[in-house]
């Protein structure tokens, strides 16, 4: 086995975030180019648009030949009231996924309540893609010892799963979770999930796992750590900028008819990711801008400014490091 070593991409082409990998021939020789979409964070309960965002994604990932979509999380309550954007969401005539969000149980809603409405048989589960293995996390498991508010942990018997199904696959891995595994208001537990992707890895003997996506927290932002990216798909509509930050963006009728808005500062667009992975070894990110409409957090003297990277209307172009181990 060689020593780990990291690659680096130089020039990467604008609007572009280029991941290299470099997978053993015996895991690569099934794997073909594959192209998805996510959306996160679209919040159909507070946004006044969300239909019309939604639909603008789908109709940019049709354009673009995604092989499928996903969506990350947060993105409705399991109401008849919004039966409409759950219509929008089903329209599109391929594979899609869902990731179960911590808002999406808001209104006294269950996990079942909201599975049951998106057609998810269990908040965990695997696909293949294109030679790809996807893992799907629930990050919503409420532990004993776990304060009031939503849940933000992956639990014993989910954990165990997660195990077991990279211990029984070969295939290169791509996570998707609402809650990133290492903001510090991501999962209370991230660390211990963290160290089954990077057991999974070892044992493999390269960078098997090659990115992790998450929604939940509004940011544009990638860590790596040890050798595995996290990474954060913007909320498709808004940064949440609390109660004691409330302004009006839109016309006064809108807010009238959806007050929660006041309390965010909105993107003009909407805002996702779409991923292309190349069997050659590179998982692009395309980069996509916006801008705020009315203030921007920083204009209104937001506090997570100072503590957060990341608070933007864009998905940002980056030139980023994998760290692989190849075999003999």
Known sequence: MKNTRREILKGVAAGACVLSFRPPAKAGKD????????????????????????????????????????????FCQPKEANDSFRKVWQSWEGAQYNVAGNHDMDGGASREDFRKYVGMDTGYYTYLQQGYRFVVLDGNDRHKDAPDGSPRHVGEEQRAWLTETLASTTEPVVVLIHQSLE?????????????????????????RVLACFSGHHHLDDLVEVNG???????????????????????????????????????YAD???????????????????????????????????????????????????????????
């Open 31 to 74: 794997l073909k180019e594959l192209r998805f979409g996510m959306c996160a964070d679209v919040h159909k309960d507070v946004m006044h648009d969300a239909d019309e965002r939604l639909g603008a994604f789908l109709k940019a990932m049709a354009k673009k030949r995604a092989h499928f979509v996903a969506q990350m999380g947060d």
């Open 183 to 207: 903001n510090a208001s991501g999962l209370d537990n991230g660390a211990e999930v963290r160290a089954i992707l990077e057991a999974a890895n070892d044992t493999a003997g390269w960078g």
């Open 228 to 266: 595995i990216p996290y990474i954060q798909v913007n909320s498709m509509s808004y940064k949440w900028v609390g109660g004691s930050k409330k302004h009006e963006s839109y016309p006064t009728e809108i807010h009238a008819e959806h007050p929660w808005i006041e309390y965010t500062c909105p």
């Open 270 to 328: 909407p805002l996702w990711s779409f991923v292309t992975i190349d069997p050659k070894g590179e998982l692009r990110i395309e980069g996509i801008r916006s801008k705020w409409v009315g203030p921007s957090p920083e204009e209104l003297g937001d506090p997570e400014v100072q503590v957060e990277r990341g608070i933007t209307p864009n998905v940002s172009a980056r030139a980023v490091s994998v760290q692989v181990k190849e075999s003999e």
